[in-house]
C-alpha cells in the first residue's frame, strides 16, 4: 500500500498563495488518480482537485482559476498550488490516491486564511 504525507500548509492572508506537497511512499500503480480533499469545521470533507497517472485533471468550481494540481513523477509527489486565497479557502487539506485494489490517505496539513 502507498502512504502519503502532506506538507505546506501554514497562515496566509487574503490574496496570498501557498504550495502543498503530498509525497507518497511504497510501490505506485500503474494507473490511478491522486487529489486532494478539503474539510473545514462542520463541513463535509469536498473535493477540491484530482489528476490521473495520465495527467488529466479536474477542479472543484470554487478553486478553478486559482488552484493548480500537478505531480513530480521522479518525486512522486503530488502538489497543489494555491493562489489567490480567499477566507473560505481555510481547511484541513488532505492528500488521496485511488487505484484499483486500493485507496489510501494522508493525515493532513492545515491551511488558515486570514488578515
Known amino acids: 500500500q502507498v502512504q502519503l504525507v502532506e506538507s505546506g500548509g501554514g497562515l496566509v492572508q487574503p490574496g496570498g498563495s501557498l504550495r502543498l506537497s503530498c509525497a507518497a511512499s511504497?510501490?505506485?500503480?500503474?494507473?490511478?488518480?491522486m487529489g486532494w480533499y478539503r474539510q473545514a469545521p462542520g463541513n463535509q470533507r469536498q473535493f477540491v482537485a484530482r489528476i490521473t497517472y495520465n495527467d488529466n485533471t479536474n477542479y472543484a468550481d470554487s478553486v478553478k482559476g486559482r488552484f493548480t494540481i500537478s505531480k513530480d513523477n521522479a518525486k512522486n509527489t503530488v502538489y497543489l498550488q494555491m493562489n489567490s486565497l480567499k477566507l473560505e479557502d481555510t481547511a484541513a487539506y488532505y492528500c488521496n490516491i485511488q487505484a484499483l485494489s486500493f485507496n489510501s490517505w494522508g493525515q493532513g496539513t492545515q491551511v488558515t486564511v486570514s488578515s
Open positions: 511504497g510501490i505506485m500503480p500503474s494507473t490511478y488518480v
